[in-house]
């Protein structure tokens, strides 16, 4: 994952630098330091992913929390 890549995946999961930083525990600077490299840390990438996963999972569960039970076929 590029810098440039790793600032979109941020902004997408609704973050800013400074609250990334502060859910990962880490100075901001950091975070601005890595969406300028040409290439994250794989632990970085991994962590913003894992957030927009955990994101997506969610709303999955919601929709299917809204479902009927014999609307849902396994």
Known sequence: MTGAEF?????TAGYSQRKLAELLGVDRKTISARCQAAEVDPLFAYAILGILAEQSAKQLVG??????????RL
């Open 7 to 11: 600032e979109v995946a941020i902004k």
């Open 63 to 72: 929709v299917v929390e809204q479902l009927k039970p014999n609307e849902l």
